[in-house]
Nanobody, 124 residues
Framework: RMTLVESGGGSVQAGGSLRLTCTVSNVSGINTDYVYMAWFRQVPGEERSGVAAIDSSTRYIVYADSVKGRFTISRDIAENTLTLQMTSLKSEDTGMYYC??????????????WGQGTQVTVSS
């Protein structure tokens, strides 16, 4: 089964930056030509919401309105990694961030593979 492992979360002051990385492994026998990989955020009591997604060509990228201009998603196909560079962080960016693969844009229900999540806490 494909495994996704997130890293890079932590605590930061508002205005600061963090870089999240998702490493994909155990892909033997799995068609990795999936269309999109994405980052989702979840806070307690709420559903996961899409933050940013990127397709397998890396040409098509979509961001949630709340992070446009502050976050940058990138993908290294050869290394099977997904990265989210987060800058100008705000307290409302706080949450558990999940890496996902095999879905479509920012629709959580369309994704087949998920990581365990990494916590991001932004203090004001």
């Amino acid at each position: 089964r494909m495994t996704l492992v997130e890293s890079g979360g932590g605590s930061v002051q508002a205005g600061g930056s963090l870089r999240l990385t998702c490493t994909v492994s155990n892909v033997s026998g799995i068609n990795t030509d999936y269309v999109y990989m994405a980052w989702f955020r979840q806070v307690p009591g709420e559903e996961r919401s899409g933050v940013a997604a990127i397709d397998s060509s890396t040409r098509y990228i979509v961001y949630a309105d709340s992070v446009k201009g502050r976050f940058t998603i990138s993908r290294d196909i050869a290394e099977n990694t997904l990265t989210l560079q987060m800058t100008s962080l705000k307290s409302e960016d706080t949450g558990m961030y999940y890496c996902a693969a095999g879905g479509w844009r920012l629709t959580a229900s369309r994704y087949h593979y998920w990581g365990q999540g990494t916590q991001v806490t932004v203090s004001s």
